[in-house]
């Protein structure tokens, strides 16, 4: 970037809203995956819709690389900033514009925060289903980049779920909406399509989202198991039961250590892994499958199951759970967290395999996961001061990755492909699947200039000046008049 563009960006914008000095960028250089560092060249502020969509056109009209940040809690590097780009921080457009309580919507800014949603609609009876591990900071313009899931996306389903409508602007500055308070609509699913983009389509500006009746009724029950083979094919035994629990999460022994030692969670002693299963809904129904479920449970020969008797203790055993990613700090300077996905049938298999490539590579590795899903999260400690651990972090994380596609499973469930994962594209696509995703990004950003260098393993996507109509002007979505 030149001085004379960084100085044309730093009028658009009012005074301590542009960022450009070393010690102000430092906080933007990296986001949950802190092994990936990069000082942007400015960070703006906005604090509107209009001036969103106003630097978006600039970015344009100067072929200039861009990344939309939340909270930075991405654990992939979607969030990265780009080397001679600048990151535009959406934390200020943090205003719920609407909540209808009898369309059961709310409609907010890319800037609130995924749990504020909750606290706010409470107070009518209702919820907002995703909730993933750090939805207390997470923003749901993130949620809606990376298609954030949670612990009870097994009954409710991920973000793409709950996204009812977008207002967007796209990387060449045309602004779009799709959807609206109804999922009855005709043509394509283009909120859908944006949802899970990872910032490559350009910037969510409102996003419609639905909210869901609070449950009338919990039953949580935590169960110790001598080995993580015994947990998982408790899992199994309860999804064949044909229960559906809004959740189901297991923890093995590295993460429990962590989090008893973070936050004082009390679970059973001297057990390899612990499982977490929620029930909930009316509570006629909950009171039957409760029967069920302790009676499934018992039979999987558990060391000790432990229902929680009140809300301070379900509350007790989720904290725990929530912690867990940022307890592992506590055993580890380091960390790689990912979130590989297998066949429910073959989680006993995973978590073995897993235990081997970590005994092989002397790194020790804790792993927390949506068991009900499938959903690895392996979290593989490594000290980056001593030489050589990062490298080996990352071989060992690989060599999951692949082992989850070999197992006919994905290399992510919800955390994105982003920085960390760009290169094991291919191991799941064919190249001429992966040329389809190309253009598809090119459609929306025909210069490449959102959140470049993700993603795609090589070089980014082609240009579309030689491919006539705009294939969104086409499909009639968009409109140059």
């Known amino acids: 970037m030149t001085a004379a563009v960084l100085q044309r960006l730093a009028a658009m914008m009012p005074p301590g809203r542009f960022l450009e000095r070393p010690e102000q960028l430092a906080a933007y250089e990296s986001d949950g995956l802190t092994a990936f560092r990069v000082r942007p060249s400015a960070v703006v502020i906005p604090e509107t819709a209009e001036e969103v969509i106003a630097l978006v056109r600039f970015c344009h009209a100067e072929k200039l690389p861009f990344v939309a940040r939340g909270s930075g809690t991405s654990l992939s590097g979607g969030s990265l900033p780009v080397e001679g780009g600048i990151v535009v921080a959406l934390n200020r457009l943090n205003r719920i514009l609407r909540l209808d309580p009898a369309q059961r919507l709310a409609v907010v ?12 609609a409470m107070v009518h009876g ?12 997470c923003t749901v313009g993130g949620n809606v980049a990376f298609n954030s899931g949670g612990a ?9 779920n709950h996204v009812l409508g977008i ?10 909406e799709w959807g609206g308070p109804s999922r009855e609509t005709v043509g394509p699913d283009w909120c859908g399509l944006f949802t899970g983009n990872e910032g490559l389509f350009g910037i969510a500006l409102e996003i419609t989202l639905q909210l869901l009746p609070r449950a009338e009724c919990y039953h949580t029950v935590l169960a110790g198991y001598r080995t993580l083979e015994q947990a ?17 999460e297991i923890m093995d022994a590295l993460a429990l250590e962590a989090a008893v030692a973070a936050v004082h969670a009390e679970y059973p002693p001297g057990c390899e892994a612990v499982l977490i299963v929620e029930l909930e809904g009316p509570r006629e129904v909950v009171a039957a ?9 018992a039979a999987s020969q558990p060391v000790e199951a432990r229902p929680a008797r009140d809300a301070e203790e379900r509350m007790a055993i989720w904290k725990g759970r929530k912690s867990a990613f940022s307890a592992v700090g506590r055993l580890s300077p380091d960390f790689i967290v990912q979130d590989g996905v297998v066949p429910r049938r073959r989680l006993g298999e995973a978590l073995r395999r897993i235990g081997d490539l970590a005994r092989k590579s002397g790194l020790r590795v804790a792993n927390v996961f949506h068991a009900g899903d499938g959903n690895l999260h392996p979290l593989i400690l490594f000290n980056g001061r001593v030489p050589g ?14 082992m989850c596609v070999e197992m006919g499973g994905s290399i992510t469930g919800e955390h994105g492909v982003g920085m960390e994962k760009r290169d094991y594209l291919p191991a799941m696509f064919s190249p001429d699947e992966i040329d389809c995703m190309r253009r598809l990004r090119a459609a929306f950003d025909p210069l490449g200039i959102a959140n470049p260098g993700k993603m795609f393993p090589s070089a980014e996507a082609p240009s579309l000046q030689h491919h006539g109509l705009h294939p969104l002007e086409k499909a009639g979505v968009i409109s140059r008049e």
Do not use: F, W
């Not at 209702?126 to 900071?137: E, M, N, R, T, V």
């Open 289 to 297: 499958d409760r029967e069920r479920l302790d009676q499934i449970i």
């Open 232 to 248: 998982g094919d408790a899992v199994s035994a309860v999804i064949a039961s044909g229960l559906l629990p809004g959740a189901i």
């Open 389 to 402: 651990e990062l490298q080996q972090a990352e071989a060992l994380a690989g060599e999951i990755l692949k």
């Open 167 to 176: 207002k967007a602007v796209l990387a060449t500055g045309e602004v779009v």
């Open 109 to 120: 800014e890319p800037g609130v925060v995924n749990l504020d949603v909750t606290a706010t």
């Open 152 to 160: 009870h996306c097994l009954k409710y389903g991920m973000t793409a």
């Open 126 to 137: 209702l919820h907002y289903a995703p909730d993933p591990s750090s939805q207390s900071i």
